[in-house]
């Protein structure tokens, strides 16, 4: 009976040893991958890229699933405009780290860019809806972002709202709401928006060239001709005053 309680003991001490070791290495492990992705974004700091991905190759021969190097290696091939290999990555990662807000607002991002506003707004939905995640208004931001992408104004106008009232300041939300109304032809709208945009700072020749259409849509040509003169002496070689010209306004 000793000696199979003994046995019984040594069994229990040694498989705890090994349960040990495992955890030793699992967590060895862990710390190399996080290495060599924080080498990774160092070097992309830098624009160090080839050196970047050699990191993160070697992070990903430790672990293929590993989201934070999938998704460092995701914003990499973005960076060089890899689009077909980045959307490799961002899946990855966003599969491997399903309730990570952070990657999932990024791949979402991405996926509104390259024309998936569809997909796009699953992803930054399912980022929103984690509970453990305190959103900011740049995810809102890009949540009505991909809504106007599909001319869905009444969701976009919503979460565009809900991105000002965490930041009442943001010029990217303002200026979509302002063409937002404009193209619904709430001109007086427009206007209030762009006029909120323009005390934030210097103009740029979008909203120069929005602020000029909308007063010219009011009527207001005394306005209209204000925003033109702007656009014509601060940005004479912009795409806008080329449509100007082009259009005859």
């Not at 000793?2 to 040694?14: D, E, N, S």
């Amino acid at each position: 009976m000793q000696k199979l309680f003994g046995l019984a003991l040594a069994c229990m001490v040694l498989a705890g040893c090994n349960t040990t070791r495992l955890n030793d290495s699992h967590e060895k492990k862990a710390e190399r991958i996080s290495v060599h992705t924080q080498l990774a974004t160092n070097y992309m700091r830098r624009g160090q890229y080839e050196v970047a991905e050699k990191e993160l190759n070697k992070a990903l021969a430790l672990d293929s699933s590993s989201a934070e190097a999938n998704f460092v290696m995701a914003t990499l091939k973005n960076t060089r405009h890899l689009d077909d290999e980045a959307a490799r990555y961002y899946r990855k990662a966003a599969k491997h780290a399903p309730t990570d807000s952070p990657i999932r607002l990024e791949y979402g991002a991405f996926l509104c860019r390259h024309g998936e506003p569809g997909k796009a707004i699953s992803q930054i939905r399912g980022a929103l809806d984690t509970p453990s995640y305190r959103p900011n208004g740049q995810a809102w931001f890009r949540l009505g972002e991909c809504y106007f992408v599909q001319h869905d104004y009444a969701q976009a106008e919503k979460a565009l709202r809900e991105a000002l009232t965490i930041n009442k300041n943001m010029a990217p939300a303002l200026m979509l709401l302002a063409r937002i109304k404009y193209d619904q032809e709430n001109y007086l709208s427009a206007r209030a928006y762009v006029e909120r945009y323009l005390a934030l700072g210097r103009p740029n020749p979008r909203v120069l060239l929005l602020g000029a259409k909308i007063e010219r849509a009011l009527g207001d040509m005394t306005a209209a001709d204000q925003y033109k003169g702007q656009l014509l002496e601060l940005y004479p070689s912009s795409a806008e005053v080329r449509m100007i010209e082009q259009s005859g306004m």
